[in-house]
């Protein structure tokens, strides 16, 4: 996995897999088909670090996190948390848990329940926890609103009324209130302006710091997880790519498709950006109920051969890499080669 | 946060804030904030004083007896018929509107028949409302079966035709209040049930009703303190407008005969009578109808005000910028503005039998 | 054919829903203790020996089961029993009474339809017009009144002030065609407007809502970019769309219908089912009373097959599943 044995892991997954029935209309439904929305998916979190998780709609990522929160069960696999096994707990056992494992959503706009005070939202997990009631309760959350940058005074007032910044620094002091030990965060910046979003990541970063907090950070921008993450996972169609620490991924990407993500984001130098060409992707991501055979990225695949379309492959060692950096490929991307230059009928 | 209109973020606008308003101010909640735009309609206003007036009137019903002497279901062949045994017109004898077929104040039976109507109005919607509100939050938020169980029966009540059911109590029950009430009550929470379901589904696949079961909170909390807030905007819109549904009910199931019995004044006996007096008395139909009339286009047309003042698109009570930008960033974050998306809240298709 | 599938699927439920609503009627009234339903059927004024004889003549002692059994055996061959008032078969009496009720049905439900699809459709492609301005005062002021008040006021403004003037086209009470198309039509216009108007209001604004959110859709837009026809725009595409929510609604409406056929019926004298059955009130008509609950049920099924029929063809995306 993406940490060495013997290091301190707060979160692992292993083969997790969630399914969805796709019913039929009617009185009676019947299941026509499953919704592949995570398949076989093995990684692990170590504790304080940031796992950067990224992958385009329909890969699987909002739903691995959710599975991971224990907010939908789990169709087969195993989620283990601090050492205890959270798959599939039923609501009363995984109560105390919710103390440790937080989120942070995506929308700030439909994320904090427009009808209640600012200072009722964060203060909802003291109230639910049962750990700090009246005043002592108000006092904690003007603190959580001075940590993560909002005036305490605004305590009496309606999410409306603040810009989405701040909305979802208001969501982060409600997912940071019980000092939990790791913070889902599902796209936490996708929707901000991109200015705000600086702001809010390094306040991320800071309280990741201060608290000795783990994330699990999920995003489609690979700029932005570069930006945060120790290690990061590429996701495709409800599988793991590649998978490895920052650099060695975003410096030698292995997986096609992480290549053409890469390619995708602007660069930075001038010089690099004429140089570099788009990798174009053929065709859409297709339907995760009816997945393609083999492996799931060929049919879009520069590189893909006929062997691509039997054999799905695994997450492996590619030559020269890391043992933490593990790519699911039969035709990797080599050192110096050019994937915009090569057609589908391929040639290296 | 903005400053004057001009968002700034960061520190700067902490502290330009902190210049700039005093400390603790409490935000505005959403009821205020509708109060305040309804006080600007002004055809909502009109309507509001309209109910009022007639609520009094009917309250005030004994006191009108007492100054026109003329009790309610006494009769006044002498002084309230003409020769020919017709009602008298509107001004004769102390009649201040006429008076019926026997010779009745016709002003104070009008008055009487306020107090049946409103009676029944209120109490058939507030049961109504309780109860659809329940089975369409039980509903909505538990989903599954008992979601799919409770919409088709929720549907076939609908459905299912309401002058069939009174008929048939009226022969079992024989005719009276309690039949009225419980086949308006019977019909009314079907239509309040679906559509507080659909609300409620609507409001589950938000994202805050996700972050607060990540925070471990349970059914019972998500329900009263989530989704029930959010649920009242809308039932009171379906309330006002159910009211005047429930009036004319009354009236029309009185009218056939299957209601309020005479000599009790009911808006709907009185005007079944009136049609026997069409040549000769115009003030019998033409005095009850416009009281039917004025009472249940006052409720619709401050239900329609509630949901409009209720309604963020509409109408812009802030600066000009901001609402520039808001209206491009659209419904979405109007509504998470503190708005409820009330702008499809119709009620079901009022009876034929006049609803 | 999946049509065929469907429709059969659909009766086979419709004769268990009417199954259960006769059911569920005979019980509520032949399941109570047997004075009370004697008495009643046999008039108030009635002496013991009458009442017996009620008694026996029906077969009110019998188990109720075995009452319920005579009932269904006879229901399905079409025997409704006999009328305790007049002496007559109900099911005479309700052949006697179906004309003017179908005749009302008819021309309510295509006035209301006609004048609610168009006014809503027009108000639509004009909003905030005077056109519509004046549509939405006359719709709100439809929507709060009751049909009897409808039907009184029409009476009285109409029927009465020509009538006093000599002109006798208009009048109340039934004729039938037999009688001459005028004089059906002078008969029937006035109920038809009672019955429609109250529903056109509502339909007119349920189109127009539809139709002004369908017309604000990005397929709208981009036929328009694409060059159609301001008419084509409206008419092909968004009429259609927002035809079906309508649609959908009459098959809702149509027990509320009955509602409006009783009451246009009452008030106008047109004698035909509805009116029977409120009469039958009076005289605790049981027979009839059961008579008109099936037939209400059946009325009702019928309907709702017929709209989901329409509703399929209207919108192809629907599979008669």
């Not at chain 2, 209720?310 to 509504?335: C, I, N, S, W, Y």
């Not at chain 3, 002078?186 to 109250?198: E, K, R, T």
């Amino acid at each position: 996995m993406s940490a060495p044995a013997g290091d301190d892991v707060l979160v692992r997954v292993e083969k997790l897999v969630k399914h969805f029935p796709v019913r039929s209309g009617g009185l009676v439904r019947r299941t026509v088909g499953q919704v592949h929305a995570v398949d076989d998916v093995s990684l692990s979190v170590p504790r304080g670090k940031t796992l950067g998780l990224v992958g385009e709609t329909g890969s699987g990522k909002s739903t691995l996190a959710r599975c991971l929160a224990g907010l939908i069960p789990v169709t087969s696999g195993r989620v283990t948390f601090d050492g205890r096994d959270i798959t599939n707990l039923p609501r009363r056992a995984m109560q105390p848990l919710r103390r440790e494992i937080q989120m942070i959503f995506q929308d700030p706009y439909s994320s904090l329940n427009p009808r209640r005070r600012v200072g009722a939202i964060i203060g909802d997990p003291f109230a639910i926890h049962k750990t700090a009631a009246g005043a002592k309760r108000k006092r904690a959350v003007q603190e959580l609103m001075e940590r993560v940058g909002l005036n305490p005074e605004h305590y009496n007032r309606f999410p409306a009324e603040f810009s989405g910044g701040q909305r979802q620094r208001i969501g982060v002091a409600r997912a940071l209130a019980l000092r939990p030990k790791l913070i889902i965060c599902d796209e936490p910046v996708s929707a901000l302006d991109v200015s705000i979003q600086a702001q809010v990541l390094n306040l991320l970063a800071d309280l990741q710091r201060d608290y000795g907090l783990t994330y699990l950070f999920i995003a489609h921008d690979l700029e932005v997880v570069r930006h945060v993450s120790d290690s990061v996972a590429v996701m495709y169609l409800g599988r793991i790519g590649e998978l490895g620490p920052r650099d060695p991924v975003y410096g030698s990407p292995r997986h096609p498709y992480t290549t053409a993500l890469l390619s995708a984001a602007p660069a930075a130098d001038p010089d690099t950006a004429a140089i570099r060409k788009r990798i174009i992707l053929a065709g859409d991501v297709p339907s995760p109920i009816d997945p393609p055979s083999g492996c799931r990225f060929h049919p879009r695949c520069p590189k893909a051969q006929p062997l691509c379309s039997q054999d799905e492959p695994q997450l492996e060692i590619k030559a020269g890499d890391a043992a933490t950096h593990v790519t699911a490929c039969h035709f990797p991307v080599m050192a110096g080669e050019n994937l915009a230059a090569v057609g589908r009928s391929g040639s290296s | 946060m903005s400053v004057g209109g001009i968002e700034v973020e960061g520190r700067e606008a902490v502290a330009a804030e902190a210049q700039l308003d005093t400390a603790n101010v409490e935000g505005r909640t959403q009821w205020q904030l509708t109060w305040r735009r309804l006080r600007q309609d002004k055809v909502a206003m009109a309507s509001l004083v309209v109910i009022l007036i007639i609520v009094a009137l009917a309250l005030a019903a004994p006191l009108f007896v007492s100054i026109t002497h003329h009790p309610p279901n006494v009769a006044y062949p002498n002084t309230g018929e003409d020769v020919a045994g017709n009602p008298v017109g509107p001004g004769t004898n102390g009649f201040w509107l006429g008076t019926d077929g026997t010779g009745r104040d016709l002003f104070i039976r009008i008055l009487y028949g306020a107090r049946v109507s409103l009676f029944v109005g209120f109490v058939t919607t507030a049961i109504g409302a309780v109860t659809g509100v329940s089975v369409g939050l039980i509903a909505g938020y538990f989903g599954g079966v008992v979601d799919t169980v409770l919409a088709r029966f929720t549907d076939a009540v609908l459905a299912f035709p309401y002058v069939v059911l009174a008929l048939a109590l009226a022969v079992v029950l024989g005719p009276s209040l309690s039949v009225i009430i419980a086949v308006i009550a019977f019909f009314s929470w079907a239509a309040i049930a679906r559509i507080v379901r659909g609300q409620t589904l609507s409001i589950k696949e938000k994202e805050y009703i996700e972050a607060a079961r990540s925070l471990g909170a349970g059914p019972f909390r998500i329900i009263f303190l989530d989704i029930l807030p959010n649920l009242l905007a809308p039932v009171l819109v379906i309330a006002t407008l159910y009211v005047p549904i429930a009036v004319v009910f009354e009236a029309t199931l009185s009218y056939l005969g299957l209601g309020i019995q005479p000599p009790t004044a009911s808006w709907g006996n009185i005007l079944a009578d009136a049609q026997n007096f069409y040549q000769t008395s115009w003030w019998y139909v033409v005095f009850p109808a416009a009281a039917l009339l004025i009472t249940t286009l006052a409720f619709n047309l401050l239900g329609d005000g509630i949901r409009d003042a209720m309604d963020p698109r509409t109408e812009r009570v802030f600066a000009a910028g901001r609402a520039r930008r808001r209206r491009r960033r659209g419904k979405r974050q109007a509504l998470a503005d503190g708005g409820s998306d009330v702008s499809h809240v119709v009620p079901s298709v009022p009876p034929a039998g006049g609803s | 054919m999946a049509i065929v599938g469907f429709l059969i699927r659909r009766i086979l439920t419709g004769i268990v829903v009417i199954w259960l609503v006769a059911t569920g009627a005979f019980f509520l009234f032949f399941a109570r203790p047997v004075d009370t339903v004697a008495r009643q059927l046999a008039g108030r004024a009635a002496t013991p020996q009458v009442i017996n004889t009620v008694i026996s003549n029906l077969g009110l002692n019998q188990p109720i089961m075995v009452q319920y059994w005579h009932f269904l055996d006879n229901l399905v061959h079409g025997d409704l029993g006999y009328s305790y008032y007049t002496g007559e078969s109900v099911d005479t009496m309700l052949k006697q009474d179906l004309p003017p009720t179908i005749s009302l049905v008819i021309g309510g439900l295509v006035l209301w339809l006609v004048v609610g699809l168009s006014v809503g459709i027009i108000s639509a492609t004009r909003p905030r017009s005077v056109f519509d301005r004046s549509a939405n005062v006359a719709v709100l002021i439809g929507l709060s009144m009751p049909v009897f008040v409808i039907g009184e006021l029409l009476i009285l403004v109409v029927f009465v002030p020509l009538n006093r003037h000599g002109i006798t086209f208009i009048q109340t009470g039934y004729a039938g065609i037999s009688q001459g198309l005028g004089t059906w039509l002078g008969h029937m216009i006035l109920p038809w407007i009672a019955l429609a108007a109250v529903q056109a209001a509502v339909y007119t604004r349920l189109t127009r809502g539809q139709l002004l959110d369908t017309l604000g859709e990005d397929y709208i837009r981009t036929a328009r970019a694409k060059g159609l026809s301001e008419r084509r725009v409206t008419y092909r595409h968004g009429v259609r769309a927002a035809l079906t929510p309508v649609v959908s609604q009459l098959g809702v409406d149509v027990g509320q219908l009955l509602g409006g056929v009783v009451v246009v019926e009452t008030v106008f004298s047109l004698g035909g089912l509805g009116q029977t059955s409120v009469e039958a009130i009076y005289t605790d008509n049981l027979p009839v009373i059961i008579g008109f609950v099936v037939l209400a049920a059946a009325f009702v099924v019928i309907a709702n097959i017929i709209v989901d029929l329409v509703y399929a063809l209207l919108d192809p995306r629907v599979r008669i599943a």
